[in-house]
């Protein structure tokens, strides 16, 4: 996109756009032309524009927006304003509320503002000469150029799931999914072109398409925020917001926002990569009761439950698994839900894939023939028998889409309750696809094709709530919950990263995220990160213990298993409140945890990447040095209460603590309400999907909580309220159903 010369960045076979004429005009709406093309600009919501090329034959359509997200607002907008400025240069101005999106002339820009102030406008760095170094809206060949001006000191959130600092400034981003093995670079699983800034503005590129973003990136210029679409149709939706959550619900409005996962869900999930027999399987789960460790799901990883050689098709090994249906059972009789692993792959090797073949099934070259993945060249994929060549189900395919969802029934039918949907990132860009786009388009959106198949296969033949545990994901992704955070190096860097890569998806709109406890890649790592990497994992809307080698806590010496323990026993205590946090999220898209930057973008824990808002009420400051020391900053506005000895501390106050290995820093937020059920090994033990045996406040409850209660389907049945009755008591416990069938009590903090 960019060459260098002397520190000056050039940009090559960029077009800048200079004029334009409108040629249609209504209420809320102007088209106008610009090159022989055509640009309508529209009020999509209050405060929210969008900008889009008109064209002839529009490119295929994945369902990135929602139905309802796709259409405006029907409110009364008022018409465009036109002018020319005192240069002669035309202007057009779009109204909606204290906002206006203007378009200007010579050269062609645009301009956000809110009641007269800039907030978004063109870049303005120049060279020597006094030129323009990035022009404002650029059309390129097979895409566009777009580049905004950055003051200093504006800081830029989303883009997706990434692993350094929250703050993109600086940062190049390529919106690119892409397996991000030991979570160490920009690479990443989940991207999505969507960005904002505390100032006021945000912005979403609806497209499949990569993106190239230079977020102040200093090769290019440290003052400009660089935008390089790879994509002939522009889909721009800008607009002004009025603090982080209301962004975040903004975007959400667009996309979607996740359905409401399953109660079992925030138990506690086991998992090792790999389970070498069903009897290796059940001896880590029937370890796991024996040693009272609570535990809910029981995962299978991607060589644990079919044939290496002929995977993905669905099917048990038989050697290992002779009888699934008794497997299975088994671990339902030992409280566990089954999840097992897949990807949308499918070996050369497999005796179905002729069939497939010729059904048209899998995505193909440009010359008609099917495209093979090759993870490796031969002769070395010899040597990887578990990763061997495949085809791509190309879930354009509507049959393809089907078959590959109606393949699941089975295996709910026999009793599993989630899959993990692996991979999906492998598409490359010269493939067609049965709709006629390239793999150029449909590499990132693919994943979305895939856990949105996969979770709608548990939502047709599953019973309960449907989830899916997915690793990889575009926008919208978040509307099939849960995403993790892929594989993890195993140090003490690879837990930092993990944080900050859930926090990260959370700021770009992905309401639930866990990481592998333990981290993933090469063996076991010391009891001290396992306990402290534990104890963060615990602390996320959804928690997981997964890596090569053992991640039972047994694994880890007598010391770390009891204080695993004793940590998994608070995860259950925290599931009504983790329930409660999961009902705002699907309410408002807001994510469970919480960054500073989102939760308190003006105050000085801003500057903290790693403590978190766990829901509302809980703040979280996750031990990620071996020395054990961690900086807090507790944000303004309240009291903290230091969960571990009830102290009290001031909003403000910054605590250099050395934490013993038994405590990870928690602090409950004044005025805030933290409802806790009983300990028990799994939900099933629960008398009801809500059950809470006391509720905390912290100081004199101030703030209401709503917890949901679901029906035996998952779904929604009844909110029941905790609010202040103003006397220092709450209303709404008797709606609760404690343990035991006794009534909950109250705590003040």
Not at 232 to 245: K, N, Q, R, S, Y
Request: proline share 7%; net charge negative; with cysteine.
């Amino acid at each position: 996109m960019q060459g260098h010369h002397e520190g000056v960045v050039r940009v090559r076979g960029a077009e800048p756009l200079s004029a334009f004429d409108v040629v249609e005009s209504g209420p809320g709406r102007a088209v106008v032309r610009v090159l022989g093309g055509r640009l309508e600009l529209t009020v999509h919501r209050t405060g929210t524009f969008r900008v889009r090329t008109l064209v002839d034959a529009p490119a295929p359509e994945y369902g990135i927006l929602t139905d309802d997200g796709a259409r405006p607002d029907p409110g009364a907008v008022a018409a465009p304003e036109t002018g020319v400025d005192e240069a002669g240069a035309a202007w057009l101005r779009l109204r909606s509320g204290d906002a206006a999106l203007v378009l200007r002339a010579t050269p062609l820009r645009l301009e956000l503002e809110r009641d007269g102030r800039l907030l978004l406008g063109p870049a303005r760095d120049r060279s020597i000469d006094g030129d323009l170094r990035f022009p404002a809206i650029a059309r390129r060949d097979g895409g566009w150029l777009l580049a905004f001006e950055l003051p200093s000191g504006e800081r830029v959130h989303g883009l997706g799931e990434k692993w350094a600092a929250l703050d993109r400034r600086g940062q190049r981003v390529r919106s690119w999914n892409e397996d991000a093995t030991n979570v160490n670079s920009e690479l990443s699983y989940k991207n999505t072109p969507f960005a904002w800034s505390p100032s006021g503005w945000w912005w979403f590129l609806h497209t499949p398409a990569p993106v190239e973003h230079g977020v102040g990136y200093p090769n290019w210029s440290h003052r400009t925020l660089v935008v390089g679409l790879e994509d002939p149709e522009l889909d721009l939706f800008v607009g002004a917001h009025d603090g982080p959550e209301d962004v975040i619900g903004r975007y959400t409005d667009l996309t979607g926002r996740a359905s409401l996962p399953p109660v079992w869900s925030y138990g506690v999930w086991f998992s090792r990569a790999y389970y070498a027999t069903a009897e290796e399987a059940l001896a880590a789960a029937e370890g796991l009761r024996a040693r009272r460790i609570p535990s809910e799901v029981l995962l299978l990883d991607g060589r644990a439950w079919h044939a290496w050689t002929t995977r993905f098709d669905f099917s048990w090994d038989p050697a290992r698994y002779p009888d699934p249906a008794a497997f299975v059972g088994r671990l339902r009789d030992l409280g566990f839900r089954t999840n097992l692993w897949e990807y949308s792959y499918l070996s050369v090797r497999n005796p179905l894939f002729n069939e497939l073949d010729e059904k048209g099934y899998f995505l193909r070259n440009p010359d008609g023939s099917t495209y093979v993945h090759r993870w490796f060249p031969w002769p070395f994929e010899e040597h990887y028998p578990w990763l061997p060549p495949s085809g791509i189900i190309d879930f354009t395919n509507p049959e393809a889409y089907a078959w590959f969802r109606d393949q699941h029934r089975d295996l709910i039918d026999l009793g599993v309750a989630v899959m993990k949907t692996d991979y999906g990132e492998a598409v490359p860009s010269h493939v067609v696809a049965h709709n006629g786009d390239t793999g150029h388009r449909l590499h990132n959106v693919y994943t979305l094709l895939y856990n949105r198949c996969v979770f709608e296969a548990f939502d047709r033949y599953g019973a309960g709530a449907p989830m899916v545990w997915g690793r990889s994901g575009w926008a919208g992704v978040q509307r099939a919950p849960v995403q993790w955070g892929g594989d993890p190096q195993c140090d003490w860097e690879g837990l930092a990263a993990s944080v900050r890569g859930g926090l990260s998806w959370g700021m770009s709109g992905g309401p639930f995220y866990s990481h592998d406890i333990g981290g993933f890649a090469r063996g076991q790592v010391a009891p001290e990160l396992y306990v402290r990497w534990a104890q963060a994992g615990i602390h996320c809307s959804h928690t997981r213990f997964h890596g090569i080698g053992e991640r039972e806590p047994w694994a880890y010496g007598d010391e770390a298993e009891g204080i695993v323990r004793r940590w998994c026993e608070w995860r259950m205590r925290l599931i009504p409140y983790l329930q409660a946090c999961a009902l705002e999220s699907v309410r408002t898209g807001v994510p469970v945890m919480r960054a500073m930057q989102l939760a308190f973008p003006d105050d000085l824990a801003a500057t903290q990447d790693l403590q978190y808002l766990l829901g509302p009420s809980l703040l979280v400051a996750p031990v990620v040095r071996a020395d054990g020391r961690v900086r807090v900053v507790l944000p303004a506005g309240s009291r903290w209460c230091e969960l571990a000895t009830g102290t009290w501390h001031d909003g403000g106050t910054v605590l250099d603590l050395e934490v013993p290995l038994d405590t990870i820093p928690l602090f409950g937020r004044e005025g805030h309400l933290l409802p806790l059920g009983p300990v028990v090994q799994h939900t099933g033990e629960l008398d009801g999907p809500l059950v809470v045996e006391e509720v905390v406040a912290f100081a004199s409850p101030v703030v209401a909580l709503d917890l949901p209660r679901v029906d035996a389907d998952g779904a929604l049945d009844a909110v029941v309220t905790l609010a202040p009755d103003g006397a220092g008591g709450l209303t709404g416990l008797d709606g609760l159903t404690g343990a035991g069938g006794a009534a909950p009590t109250l705590t003040v903090r």
